[in-house]
């Protein structure tokens, strides 16, 4: 090869870079491990983690249990490593699954298109935003303070440099559920889109439908937003909301230290041109048979560069492949029946803690509980709630708790024996 | 000619909602240990859905046979040459996938205590430390999901930082041959776009550039080596001319398969790149992703970098969210871990040395196809190429086929074609990187696919031109697809 | 081919005034380029446009190309059959797929853009 290439070394293929930008030394990097040292490595780190601990965090990132099959799949080389299929003819197997995955956001959604997968639920937020913001021709958008902390983060930082003022709403200190009257008094007729996530952070369902009055009254979109993809299976989608954006982490994707996860857009028909993100659709081969194909890419930044629609281009593929066997597997009954369990855990713990919120909740709650109870239960080698003063000030003596499948009652005796109810006696507890 | 395909069998498979049946399940769940709940009762009636219409029910069995059977539809890196120009199909190795399912590791809350997540920790500051030695920048955040994600990161960067001088100022100068993410990008972070013609030889053009660059100019955002494949030898000259006018430089780091071992950006004036962790350090593209897309800058742009940055305090290390001029989270969370794993596994596996001989490598396997090609096809560039090499279809047009029409045809012999019609400068692009992946026997039978295929555009052009036609799916019909989109499953 | 009585522009579109009222196209040089047509977007009836600013844009596949209009003035009537058949402007771009009728704001406009003869001697330099 080297003769063909007319060198004698590969180092003279390099030799027309200027001498000055050549690296004159090794990386100062450790020479190559085996395989065998690499898994020890990081079995290593792994000792240097939570593992073998019960967790009851949940805020945005769920432990659910993770069916067999996901990796079963996912594993094959066909979807492992090949690349985003823009050759239809030898892509048909992703082509597929990303047709079906469309198709079962929307079932669960109740809105008539979704995209093949954003990155996350976080930057699916400031995608819906920009979104809603060129469907309607105005620039403002507000926000639920109730919508995970994290992705108002990112929402602000998308929105600073492009001219869109974000503004916050409050949330009802009584029920943690949206406060309507603040969200009434922050809308003006150059709000594009109203932000409200369901389940909220605090866990508790969202007056929708309210929401999306007042929204609509002044011409904005409502954009309902989704951390916990599990409620879906039991949880009525609201029909007058425009854009759902939504984490599909619960649906197989392991926890994984924050990522990788997958996000999704769904919509209404109308604003399908606005959406962001790859789409599949279903058209025919040169011999008639049905075919699917990536289509409306005009929207994409490969072909309209700076008038795109977003500058996304790698999306979550293997990730949203996760949450189409996830779904597949669980189905239409199970995902009900899973999403019951996760009730049921949920409402037996809160059952036994001083609730901070009146409103109805899915699988999260907030408690009143002094961060130190999260010490007590460490050397019982449970991970207990979020403590929530980072993130509200105003509940600095409240945390946020998780109850999935995965809970076992035994565990959540013990945290009741460690933050039971003011009036509740903690001795009658079983520890 | 053909020695690497023949067709074999697929299995017709109908869509999950097609195949369903009332009742079929592939779930197990334990019995409940706790009571029932009065769904009605404790979320509101109105709130509950009567059931998820549509939704698939199949069996176990089922499941796994139509998502195996479909997976024969596809083309993969496991199947063989991969040549996407810009793309760096490499194989990914299977000991990454192993690594990034260590359970203490992917079962991580990103909230669990600091104290119970050292593992992961340490893990992340020494991949932002491999990163920064391999790059020569002097700090790297893991945050941005993917390449167009660090894009967005370092342009804010540069806002930030301009901004704190006093003046953001109003616009990104992009080269004519530049991946459309970049412009895209600029236009998000508030920024018009003024693009830049290539000189004659494909690279910058210095003089033009000393013409435009002014007070109005952020940053050049430049690919190097570019999407030509071909080395940008003026970059530092070029950097000397921003930095002269206040500007930044901005580089895409989607083609450092070229330079890793050998060049480093931040030797060459670079103020701030992206990596594409899917493409150089060999995490699998999955179908079109997941990716990750750090972002290695100078100690300039450091105080701007997304919160929170890591830090170490005694030996432990910690979050540190106390940036008051950080630009903000581009994520959720702190990046995508899991990826961050598996190119740490890769760069562990290769080690400093063993990373060198692979970009030596793709380097080599480029000029390798260069030279045993560049007879048969236009190359619209003269220059010496890297890690990949684009010829123009102007010989097979004038015999009506195109190169979307020459790339079908390479599927018929067992491979996948190269980047189509990318980049936009070459008229008819045909953009082949062969990455360090492959080995001399792949190479030729794709080289010599390549020839046999060049010889049919002149006695059969129409052979070539209704390609492919081994494969189970023939020509897809893409316009009739965005005339009337189709986008989701409906029964009949 | 490019009928006489209408008047072109160097960005392909073109323009016959009939009246008060000019109707706007593509040619059927710009069809050509863009191959299968998928879709297009117009503006608004009542809309103001300036001639020589986007009005639009038509989609094939993988390209989108804006419309340039060659006249100023509103927006008095919009093509809807497009919206269901964008294919009509591959196949009768100078007569059914018509894109919008202008009420002229400056007829004398119309002197800027090119006779059928110049606008065939351009397409044939620019090939």
């Known amino acids: ?431 | 000619m053909i020695d690497k395909v023949t067709p074999h069998i697929t299995q017709n498979e109908p869509l999950l909602f097609e195949r369903s049946s009332p009742g079929k399940k592939a779930y197990q769940l334990p019995e409940l240990d706790v009571p029932e709940v009065d769904a009605a009762e404790a979320l509101g009636a109105e709130n509950v859905r009567a059931e998820i219409a549509g939704f698939p029910e199949v069996s176990e069995v089922e499941a796994i046979r139509h998502f195996t059977r479909l997976s024969t539809w596809n083309f993969a890196i496991d199947y063989g040459m991969y040549p996407l120009g810009s793309c760096t199909m490499k194989y990914n190795p299977r000991i990454n996938e192993q690594a990034a399912r260590t359970e203490g590791l992917a079962w991580a809350h990103p909230y669990q205590p600091e104290a119970l997540a050292q593992g992961c920790l340490e893990v992340m500051a020494t991949l932002e430390a491999a990163l920064a030695e391999i790059t020569g920048m002097d700090a790297v955040t893991l945050q941005p999901a993917a390449g167009a994600h660090g894009e967005l990161t370092g342009i804010l960067l540069i806002r930030a930082l301009l901004e704190k001088r006093g003046n953001p100022r109003k616009k990104i100068l992009i080269p004519d041959s530049a991946h459309g993410t970049n412009p895209a990008t600029a236009a998000i972070a508030g920024y018009a776009i003024e693009n830049i013609k290539s000189s004659e030889t494909g690279v910058l053009d210095v003089a033009a550039l000393e013409q435009i660059v002014n007070e109005d100019v952020a940053a050049l955002m430049v690919t190097n080596p570019n999407t030509l494949g071909v080395f940008e030898n003026n970059i530092a000259h070029a950097a000397e001319i921003l930095h002269g006018k206040g500007a930044m430089l901005y580089m895409d780091g989607a083609n450092m398969n070229a330079l890793v071992g050998i060049a480093r950006p931040g030797d060459f004036g670079v103020d701030v790149m992206h990596l594409n962790l899917h493409k150089t350090f060999s995490t699998p593209h999955g179908g079109g992703g997941p990716g990750a897309g750090p972002v290695a800058v100078k100690k300039v742009l450091e105080p701007f970098l997304p919160a929170p940055r890591l830090k170490k305090s005694g030996k432990r290390w910690a979050w540190d969210y106390r940036r008051k001029h950080s630009i903000g989270r581009v994520k959720a969370f702190y990046g995508n871990f899991g990826v961050l794993i598996r190119a740490l596994a890769y760069i562990l596996a290769h080690g400093g040395p063993g990373l060198r001989n692979a970009t030596m490598d793709a380097v080599l396997n480029a000029v390798y196809i260069r030279k045993r090609l560049e007879a048969y096809f236009d190359l619209p560039y003269q220059s010496p190429n890297m890690h990949e090499v684009v010829f123009s279809d102007d010989r097979q047009a004038a015999k009506g086929v195109r190169t979307g029409d020459f790339a079908k045809r390479l599927i018929d012999y067992g491979f996948h074609p190269y980047t189509v019609s990318f980049p936009l400068i070459v008229h008819g692009a045909m953009m082949i990187e062969p990455t360090e992946t492959e080995g001399k026997r792949e190479i030729d039978q794709f080289i010599d696919a390549m020839i046999s295929i060049a010889k049919e555009v002149e006695t059969d052009p129409q052979l070539v031109k209704t390609a492919p036609h081994l494969t189970r799916a023939s020509r897809v019909d893409e316009t009739t697809a965005a005339r009337k989109p189709i986008l989701r499953w409906k029964p009949a | 081919m490019y009928p006489e009585n209408f008047r072109y522009t160097k960005e392909h579109e073109w323009v016959s005034v009939e009246g008060e009222t000019g109707t706007v196209g593509i040619t059927d040089h710009a069809q050509a380029e863009l191959g299968d047509i998928v879709y297009v977007d117009l503006p608004k009836v009542g809309a103001h446009i300036e001639q020589g600013k986007s009005l639009g844009s038509v989609e094939s596949v993988k390209a989108v190309s804006d419309i340039y209009s060659p006249v100023s003035g509103e927006v008095v009537a919009i093509n809807t059959d497009l919206a269901d058949h964008p294919e009509k402007l591959n196949t009768d771009p100078h007569g059914d797929a018509w894109l919008v009728k202008i009420k002229l704001g400056n007829p004398g406009e119309v002197q800027n853009l090119m006779t059928s003869a110049d606008y065939l001697s351009y397409v044939g330099a620019e090939k």
Not at chain 1, 58 to 70: D, E, K, S, T
Not at chain 1, 152 to 172: C, D, I, N, W
Not at chain 1, 332 to 360: I, P, V
């Open chain 1, 1 to 431: 090869m080297l003769a063909a290439c007319g060198v004698n070394s590969p180092e003279e293929l390099f030799q027309h870079l200027p001498e000055a930008v050549r690296l004159d030394r090794p990386l100062d990097l450790p020479p190559g491990i085996s395989e065998y040292e690499i898994v020890q490595y990081f079995r290593d780190r792994a000792g240097d983690t939570a593992l073998g601990y019960a967790s009851f965090l949940g805020a945005g990132v769920y432990n659910h249990y993770r069916p067999v099959l996901v990796d079963t799949v996912v594993s094959r080389g066909e979807f492992l490593t090949s690349y985003t299929p823009y050759q239809a003819e030898i892509s048909q197997g992703t082509l597929t699954t990303i047709f079906e995955f469309q198709t079962m956001i929307c079932q669960l959604t109740g809105m008539d298109v979704a995209n093949a997968s954003m990155y996350d639920g976080s930057t699916a937020v400031p995608e819906a935003a920009m979104m809603a913001v060129r469907a309607t021709g105005k620039g403002r958008v507000v926000v639920a303070r109730n919508v995970h902390p994290e992705y108002r983060e990112v929402l602000h930082t998308y929105a600073k440099y492009q001219g869109m003022p974000v503004e916050e709403f409050g949330y009802a200190s009584e029920t943690g559920g949206i406060d309507l009257e603040d969200l009434e008094r922050k809308m003006d007729d150059l709000t594009a889109a109203v932000i409200i996530q369901s389940p909220n952070f605090f866990g508790i369902v969202e007056q929708v439908k309210a929401a999306a009055e007042i929204a609509h009254k002044r011409g904005a979109l409502l954009v309902v937003v989704f951390t916990e993809a599990v409620s879906l299976g039991i949880l009525e989608p609201c029909p007058d909301a425009d854009i759902v954006a939504g984490e599909l982490q619960s649906f197989a994707i392991s926890p994984s230290y924050g990522g990788p996860y997958a996000g999704i857009i769904a919509t209404r028909e109308k604003f399908l041109r606005q959406m962001p993100g790859r789409l599949a659709g279903q058209t025919t081969d040169s011999r008639g048979n049905r075919a699917f194909c990536l289509t409306l890419s005009t929207r994409e930044q490969h072909i309209r560069r700076e008038k795109a629609t977003s500058n996304i281009c790698t999306n979550q593929a293997l990730i949203a492949l996760m949450a189409t066997v996830f779904m597949t597997v669980y189905g239409k009954q199970g995902l009900r029946e899973l999403a019951r369990q996760n009730l049921a855990k949920a409402h037996y713990l809160a059952g036994k803690l001083d609730l901070r919120f009146s409103g109805k909740y899915f699988n999260e709650f907030v408690v009143r509980a002094p961060e130190t109870i999260n010490k007590e239960l460490l050397k019982k080698k449970i991970i207990g709630g979020l403590p929530l003063g980072r993130f509200y000030p105003e509940l600095k003596d409240c945390m946020l708790l998780c109850a999935t499948e995965m809970s076992k009652r035994a565990d959540m005796d013990l945290i009741a024996s460690h933050a039971a109810k003011p009036q509740a006696q903690p001795q009658e507890v079983i520890a």
